[in-house]
């Protein structure tokens, strides 16, 4: 595996691989990988001739008072396991080579990022779409792969490359979870012992959310209210939102007719967690 941090090598790399008919698949992350990441790799491999995952800790997402500094790192180990998962180019800039001196763009959708994690992480969406359009310039990937996991991330994503005729497939794939249901995410390691027990409740509300919905219930306040319940019976777990949207326009749903998306934020303690599961009212 090729492992580039100047933006000037990887574009002289990649376009060359490109002149001779080479397809790009591209995995962004933040690093410090596990089998969220490793099952994205995979699926990239799997259609693609070269594989690009890039390591970044973009700071330009995250808002004052958030865990910049302390966000989990491991170069190295990160370079094992994207290689061993069918990564064959590794891009890790420093933050000054995506960020010099003097920089003043910014890429933002509008509407479908003030809601939802949005709401909370106000100025979130704006770094990650800046930075992924970016490394989409940087890159040229035919197509890029991001998890369900950040469902939001993915629609504005997807909003981006159509609004900006941007030639690139954008392929999402399925949540990977732990065996009790919690999905992965880097910042699982923040969790104590008792913050990883309860955090649980957090798949166990959207399941049975899920359930509810495909036994017939259509009332969405109705099911929130149940999700929150059950949330609030672990002490540790401090609410952000509880939210049942439309899939596209990600705006609360208040009767359950068709195809929804039932996405939470929840802290436990310092840490704030993300899930979501999708379901389709009858
Ligand atoms: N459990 C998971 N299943 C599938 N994809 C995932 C999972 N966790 C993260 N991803 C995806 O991996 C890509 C990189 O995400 P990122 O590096 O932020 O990882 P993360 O574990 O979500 O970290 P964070 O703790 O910041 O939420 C994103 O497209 C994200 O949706
Ligand atoms: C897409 C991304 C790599 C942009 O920094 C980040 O938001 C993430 O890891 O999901
Ligand atoms: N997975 C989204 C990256 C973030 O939380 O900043």
Redesign the pocket.
Known sequence: MKVFKKIKEIKSYLGEQIKQGMTIGF??????L????L??IRYAAKDNDIVVVSVFVNPTQFGPGEDLEK?PRDLDRDIRLAQQAGATVLFTPEVEEMYPNGYKTYVEVEQITGTLCGASRPGHFRGVTTVVSKLFNIINPNRA??????AQ??IVIKRMVKDLNMDIEIIV?????ESDGL?????NVYLNKDEREQAVVLSQSLFMAKEMIQNGEKDALKIKKAIIKMIKEKPLADIDYVSIVDIETLTDVSEINNKVLIALAVRFGKTRL?DNIMAEGK
């Open positions: 995995v962004p992350t933040m690093g410090y596990h089998e969220g990441h099952s994205l966000y792969y991001f998890g369900q996991k950040d991330q993915s794939c399925p949540i990977v979870r999905a992965m995410s880097s910042r993300i």
